[in-house]
């Protein structure tokens, strides 16, 4: 059985940084596109970040363009580097893998729907 979990939520001020990570077990790391969403209070989970199998290829979500940096490693690790933090990227964090595909494929994001999730780390930024 496939687990996520996340770390490395909590509360930072404006401008501030934080780094999440995602623990992989049950099934190679190497299987899966993985990804990172976000849901905020009172609105829907939203596409944060997503990075291939093979840790080439990334694509991020315009909101977070150039402030936020998607990572992997070799064994079960998933990283969110986040910089230059805004009150509006305040929310619950999820990591997400799947699905299985090219080794440096990243799924057309209206086509994007992983097959795992984790159960969130809460991020706040003040203001």
């Known amino acids: 059985q496939v687990q996520l979990v996340e770390s490395g939520g909590g509360l930072v001020q404006s401008g501030g940084s934080l780094r999440l990570s995602c623990a992989v077990s049950?099934?190679?790391?190497?299987?899966?596109?993985m990804g990172w969403f976000r849901q905020a209070p009172g609105k829907e989970r939203e596409f944060v970040a997503t990075v291939s199998r093979s840790g080439r290829n990334v694509r991020y979500a315009v909101p977070v363009k150039g402030r936020f940096s998607i990572s992997r490693d070799a064994r079960t690790m998933v990283y969110l580097e986040m910089n230059n933090l805004k009150p509006e990227d305040t929310a619950v964090y999820y990591c997400a893998a799947g699905p299985f595909t090219g080794w440096d494929r990243l799924p057309p994001l209206s086509e994007y729907d992983p097959d795992y999730w984790g159960h969130g780390t809460q991020v706040t930024v003040s203001s």
């Open positions: 049950g099934r190679a790391l190497s299987d899966f596109v």
